[in-house]
């Protein structure tokens, strides 16, 4: 393996040693004000004497941080670590599900989160026995939710500082919890040593070309610990560019002299599509110091990296990496040429190779493969799951990532393990399809999938978002039809498209990645539901999504007399048009609480039935006998 040579120390410590080289040093900058690096040091340190007493300096403790776009999170961070607790990042967009999930499995009984987050978290603490503090990180407008803590008030008491390993903390215990986005299924929890971060900062800082002059722009929804660590082992300023308007943080560059930019593939692609952009950047590219944008978490479009490296006049890098690796593994080096279409090069310290399918042997240069990864910023592990279980027989992770390598080691990615299907005995990329899809001028976005086929196991389907064009045209299921055959001429005959549909939008990831997950699954539902032939060119036209009404009821009336009504409005939605599946399940141990699930071809079918006046007139008969708590639901998980 590469050597890398990085600091033997805990993860907090990145921050203290830019506050020892540089204290007065510009570390964070917002539009509400600057933080130098020894301002967010002495603040870690009243947060971490905070968290040893409301711990007990029990190490380990389970702490959760929101990755806000704040310099608190910075404080924060480092502040928990410092005080001998783990990290629990906590994504503040995520639904209540998900808060509520990453919070219990994690075990946080500390919360550092801003008030709406905190409010959240209050109305959930029922579910969460272990939460015992929540602490407000930011003025709420209408004061401190009930039960929680204000950070003015909690940093009242004497701060600790901690030189060295404070509390003898081991570089190789667990500092943070990541969970992964969950696309698969629930979210898991990256278990991430101090050991794999710090290695990470260092790598990061060196593939970006990071130093001491170096200021970046975070463009970003959230503040990702990639950004932060690497700033401070390089002691570089960020500038925390919280308005989401791309063209708007050309402008915060440009005043900020920023050197790096660091944003989404999704804000990036409507940059490079905001019409304003050729006007503004020609001042932006004049006042900046700029040397590369840098994006990640997803593809970026070839065509949207050359408009802004054209407009911008710097290259438009890209890199890879997941939760899993700290996060980065590969990137492309913004001094050095990159074929586009790649993500670079292993950063220092780590080794790549590719993977068969099947033999789990490695492939020459060229070839497709899962991309396996090993080096310093390997994750410890997954929370709940045996110890090296993430580990194949040899000692590397595999990614889930299929791709190839060139001869001068560029990684190119192409699908995901999950997504790949084969038709017939070949082995058919989503992402290829939809890359020559969205070269086709009406095409605004796409989605493409693996779709049961009987004789031939899988075939491409396709959902397609059309571009709005001025003037009339054909209709769009014509449209879609001379997409589909352009696409087709350039496709393999294994790889033609069998199936199309217009779709509004395309789902995707939080990241920006498309949801392909989730578009295979409402497949399943629809040939599990429907039992018809499951592909048919062209079918699927315009169809809309399949939605489930779920209705919780607590009966507080007489029991018979509910059952009695309760059937009569069931027999009567299912002689309406739309209807598909109905069931009603009783709460095994509360025998008044029921659970109802009934399943429609679309929303404005079940609408029209619950409109009419027989349901209301049922639904008035069953008012006084029950308590319901309804809601529409889209599904995001079925199996066929």
């Not at 290829?432 to 779709?451: I, M, Q, W």
């Not at 169809?543 to 607590?554: A, D, I, P, R, S």
């Amino acid at each position: 393996m590469p050597n890398l040579a990085h600091p033997d120390m805990t993860v907090d410590g990145l921050l203290r040693s830019a506050a020892v080289r540089d204290p007065e040093g510009l570390a964070v900058r917002t539009e509400h004000g600057a933080w130098t690096f020894g301002e967010l040091d002495a603040l870690a340190d009243r947060i971490a004497a905070f968290v040893r007493r409301e711990t007990g300096r029990r190490p380990g403790a389970r702490v959760g941080v929101a990755s806000v776009l704040d310099p608190v999170f910075a404080a924060a961070y480092h502040g928990v670590a410092r005080g001998g607790a783990t990290v629990v990042l906590i994504n503040p967009l995520i639904g209540d599900d998900g808060l509520r999930h990453v919070t219990a499995a994690a075990g946080v009984e500390l919360a550092l989160v801003p008030s709406a987050t905190a409010a959240r978290l209050a109305r959930l603490r029922g579910a969460l026995p272990a939460l015992e503090t929540v602490v407000v990180t930011d003025p709420a407008d209408d004061g401190v939710p009930a039960g929680c803590l204000p950070l003015g008030t909690v940093l009242d008491g004497p701060a600790e500082p901690a030189l060295g390993r404070p509390g003898g903390a081991d570089p190789d215990a667990v500092a943070c919890v990541q969970f992964t986005t969950g696309t698969t299924g629930l979210p898991k929890g990256v278990l991430l040593t101090h050991r794999n971060l710090v290695a990470n900062a260092r790598q990061t800082a060196l593939a970006h070309g990071l130093g001491p002059g170096s200021v970046t722009v975070n463009h970003l929804p959230l503040y990702h610990v990639m950004h932060l660590n690497s700033a401070l082992d390089a002691g570089a300023c960020q500038v925390l560019c919280q308005d989401p308007d791309p063209v708007t943080s050309l402008a915060v560059a440009a005043g900020t002299g920023a050197t790096h930019y660091y944003g989404l593939p999704a804000r990036l692609h409507r940059l490079a599509a905001d019409e304003r952009l050729p006007r503004t950047a020609p001042a932006a590219r004049g006042g900046t110091r700029l040397t590369a944008v840098l994006s990640g978490g997803s593809a970026l479009l070839p065509e949207a990296a050359r408009t802004l490296g054209d407009l911008l006049g710097v290259p438009v890098v890209q890199g890879y990496g997941m939760a899993e690796l700290s996060p980065l593994t590969h990137c492309q080096r913004p001094g050095r040429p990159h074929r586009p279409g790649t993500v670079g090069t292993p950063v220092p310290g780590t080794e790549c190779r590719l993977v068969d399918l099947a033999t789990r042997r490695p492939v020459e240069p060229g070839s497709l493969g899962e991309v396996q990864v090993t080096g310093p910023q390997l994750m410890a592990g997954y929370l709940g799951e045996q110890a090296g279980s993430h580990l194949g027989p040899d000692g590397w992770f595999s990614t889930g990532d299929i791709g190839s390598v060139d001869d001068d080691g560029a990684l190119r990615l192409v699908d995901r393990v999950d997504d790949i299907f084969k038709y017939d005995n070949e082995i058919v990329s989503p992402g290829r399809v939809e890359r020559v899809l969205a070269r086709d001028p009406r095409v605004a976005d796409c989605v493409v999938a693996g779709l049961r086929d009987p004789e031939h196991g899988r075939a491409a389907w396709a959902g397609v978002v059309l571009r709005e064009e001025p003037g009339a045209r054909a209709a769009d299921d014509e449209v879609l039809r001379r997409v589909v055959a352009r696409a087709n001429e350039q496709l393999a005959p294994f790889e033609h498209i069998r199936a199309a549909e217009v779709l509004s939008a395309v789902p995707r990831t939080p990241t920006g990645k498309p949801a392909r997950g989730r578009v295979r699954q409402t497949l399943a539902e629809r040939a599990a539901f429907r039992s018809r032939p499951a592909l048919r060119p062209f079918d699927l036209l315009q169809e809309q999504t399949m939605v489930t009404f779920v209705n919780k009821l607590t009966v507080h009336g007489d029991l018979d007399t509910f059952l009695a009504v309760k059937h009569k409005l069931t027999a009567y939605m299912a002689a309406q048009p739309g209807y598909v599946s109905h069931q009603v399940m009783r709460h095994a141990w509360h025998s008044n609480v029921y659970l109802e699930l009934a399943v429609w071809e679309d929303a404005d079918a079940h609408q029209k039935a619950v409109r009419s006046d027989e349901f209301q007139s049922l639904v008035k008969q069953l008012g006084p006998l029950a308590s319901p708590e309804p809601g529409l639901f889209e599904t995001v998980e079925a199996s066929a």
